[in-house]
């Protein structure tokens, strides 16, 4: 007896063998499917509810992936050494995988669905979360559900004016030390079109970055041809699921309520409108029987309505419901130095969303420790987005970080990477804070303009000022369509597209985009990159107002200063157990903190602190040079001469017939332990020690003496 219906197909992908496999584990699941590219697996497992909740009025999907570090045959840290609560990176790639696929299920299902990803093996080339979106989009093909896919997905690099398919992680990691790596572009998308793009560029012309979203989109098209492949063999049949017909209910919706609605979308106030909108949904439910408001497809239907309204009027008049035109920005307002004690702020006003956003500056003791499947590493700019109830005029439960908060803050961390200055130029960590105070639209983009304010408000010497805008896309059945600048939070929740351009002057530091439909063409995409850089410039310029003089150093942040040594004296400034570096810590009251490469920053808000500290480190390091004049102090007399320390911790002998131009019968006939000289470096012997002279230096004026001046009496 067969145990296992195993299906397995493979393709040659790039560089490395795609295979996907299903029949054989969790075979009670709805769909499971394992893809690995290269030594990296990741296992897909799709389950849904094969009934809608009574009273469910959305659809509840949700999507988990998980790094296990058995897959890199790692032994999580921590107390209890397993698994935790997710960290940044699988919450990322749960939204990553999520984004394309919900817009692809049948519109009106609401049955629960649950996506798990679990990484199972890991090669340290191949990132799995690219390999995960393209495991989830298998295992719901052959779920039954009704999923309009298959997304494919891929990584895109673009080194030398050439695009690069599924780059190694290595290239990947820490893009803005690698010049010649500009891009990292992650997309997804079905047979026809883009359905999502997440990326991080550095300065890549509208071209660049339409060319690389266009490669990859070809680049996917034999994946969905192979998920396909394998549906053809295993998929289960389609599960028997019909929209439920409520056209009745939204011409009774329509006919009680289009006049009210629209009268409500004419007010441009968000407080006024968001009322009005209350209001006439009230109207609205009064008009009806009560077995039309019990009905689950009243909010639907009400949704059908203000998205009706408030559509029709972009695409047909090119009216947007606060009387903007399609390409203009909202008023914005920009000011720096806000907050006297940090280090930098400034607070960001676009319309009706605004952004508090304060730079802190740190030592490398403030580094976040990252535990990744790659390894431990060090990050020295992090960006925490906050957004309270109150910045829409709520109340809500306040707790930490969710989901969108952590997306949106790696968005904004995303555009500012590209214009930070190199390490070894800014030796600081660098953490940024956008606390949301409003928001009608687009507030990860005013974290990123908030952000390069407070960083250039503290004096980071950023390479440029970094911008952003939100576009959207209102798109009618018949094909006509609007590309609307600086979106609002009405016409995000009832567009089709959010369009999230970063970037500065010269080029696109971050894109992300997410669609609501089956996907856009790239002549919708052109016009929208086309009409974000105008955005975006007009932004810089007000932005520009903020920043009137030169911006100077914050007095409350902690100074740096580095100093190179070779990497063969790391050791002596430890010391044994790190005795040494302690001594120079407690003695200078500096902090000194020493990399692999002989890199050492030394941090303090006492100028000098950092001095004494340089001095101690460059007397342990340094080599003294023959020839050359230094102060010394006896530290110990003996028959045939006197020992000197003369460089930091470095002694030498002063032989007795070199301390003054005659006969000594005893050192102890001119000098006395503790006694400060002159002496000049001779050179060294043969075994390495160092020989020393006193009778050719001026001992009260520590000048070396002219040759008539040392010959013997």
């Known amino acids: 007896m067969m145990m296992f219906n195993e299906v397995k197909k493979s393709m040659q992908w790039g560089e490395e063998t795609l295979t996907l496999e299903t029949g054989k584990v969790a075979r009670q699941a709805d769909g499971s499917v394992i893809a690995t590219l290269g030594e990296t697996s990741v296992m897909a497992n799709v389950t849904f509810a ?77 990132d799995p979360d690219m390999i995960a979106m393209i495991a989830a989009s298998a295992a719901l093909t052959i779920s039954g559900a009704p999923f309009m896919g298959p997304i494919g997905a891929c990584r895109v690099g673009f080194v030398d ?12 990691h820490n893009l803005r030390t690698k010049p010649e790596q500009r891009l990292d572009l992650v997309v997804a998308g079905t047979k026809d079109a883009v359905m999502m793009v997440e990326s991080e560029a550095y300065e890549l012309t509208e071209e660049e970055m339409l060319g ?40 009774t919706v329509k006919s009680a309520g289009e006049d009210k609605m629209r009268a409500a979308y004419a007010i441009t106030d968000k407080q006024e409108r968001t009322g009005a909108v209350s209001a006439a949904k009230a109207d609205i439910i009064a008009a009806l029987t009560e077995d039309q408001r019990a009905d689950t497809n009243l909010g639907p239907a009400l949704k059908k309505l203000e998205s009706a309204v408030l559509r029709g009027d972009v695409v047909k008049h090119g009216r947007r419901i606060d009387g903007r035109a399609l390409d203009q920005i909202r008023p914005i307002v920009s000011e720096t130095g806000i907050l006297p004690r940090t280090h930098g702020s400034a607070l960001f006003t676009r319309g009706e969303t605004q952004g508090l956003v304060v730079t802190t500056l740190g030592t490398g003791d403030d580094e976040q420790m990252i535990d990744a499947l790659t390894g431990m590493y060090k990050s020295n700019f992090m960006l925490h987005y906050n957004f309270p109830p109150y910045s829409v005029g709520e109340v809500g439960r306040v707790s930490g970080p969710g989901r969108r908060e952590i997306g949106h803050g790696k968005l904004a961390w995303r555009a500012l990477q590209a214009v930070l200055p190199a390490p070894t130029d800014f030796p600081y960590t660098i953490r940024i804070v956008s606390e949301i105070t409003e928001s009608n639209g687009s507030s990860s983009m005013a974290s990123v303009c908030g952000g390069s304010l407070s960083m250039m408000d503290a004096g980071v010497p950023l390479k440029a000022a970094v911008a952003g805008v939100a576009m959207g896309l209102v798109m009618e059945d018949d094909g006509s369509y609007a ?91 430890i010391g044994s157990g790190g005795k040494v570096i302690r001594e120079i810590v407690e003695t200078s009251g500096a902090k000194v903190d020493i990399n692999d490469d002989g890199v050492i ?54 032989h007795v017939s070199q301390i003054e131009n005659k006969r000594l019968n005893h050192p102890s006939d001119v000098l006395k332990e503790g006694q400060d000289v002159w002496v000049k470096l001779l050179g060294f012997d043969d075994r390495g020690k160092v020989r020393l002279a006193m009778k050719m230096v001026d001992q009260a004026t520590g000048q070396e003496l002219a040759k008539e001046e040392t010959a013997e009496e």
């Open 212 to 251: 690389a979203v266009t490669f990859a989109h070809a680049q996917i098209q034999p994946v969905i041809d192979l998920i396909i492949d394998l549906a053809e063999d295993c998929a289960k049949e389609p599960f028997d699921f019909q929209p439920e017909d409520y056209s009745e209910l939204y011409a």
């Open 50 to 126: 094969k009934s809608q909740k009574p009273g469910q009025d959305f659809f509840p999907l949700t999507v988990h992936y998980q790094e296990k570090y058995y897959a890199a045959g790692k032994v999580p840290g921590g107390f209890f050494k397993r698994e935790a609560r997710p960290t940044e990176k699988e919450t990322l790639t749960s939204r990553l995988i999520d984004r394309p696929i919900r817009p692809l299920f049948v519109p009106g299902f609401k049955n629960e669905v649950l996506v798990m990803c679990t990484v199972l093996s890991f090669d340290g080339v191949n």
């Open 483 to 573: 590309v609307l600048s600086d979106i609002l939070g009405d016409e995000d929740h009832l567009g089709d597209m959010d369009f999230k351009v970063a970037g500065t002057e010269n080029g696109i530091t971050s894109l992300q985009m997410d669609i609501k439909i089956a996907g856009i063409t790239p002549e919708i995409m052109k016009k929208a990159l086309e009409q974000a850089k105008a955005g975006r410039l007009h932004i810089l310029g007000e932005m520009s107002k903020a920043l009137t003089g030169a911006q100077e150093f914050s007095v409350h942040a902690p100074k740096i200063e580095t100093m190179q040594i070779p990497v063969d004296k790391i050791r002596e400034v």
């Open 161 to 172: 004016g050439e695009y690069i398919l599924n780059p190694e992680i290595d290239d990947m």
């Open 601 to 654: 920053k030394l941090a303090s808000n006492d100028a000098e602190a950092i001095k004494r500290a340089y001095d101690m480190i460059y007397s342990i390091v340094a080599e003294p040079e023959e020839g050359k004049v230094y102060k010394g102090t006896v530290v110990k007399l003996v028959d045939f001469g006197a020992f000197v320390n003369f460089f930091g911790k470095r002694d030498g002998l002063v």
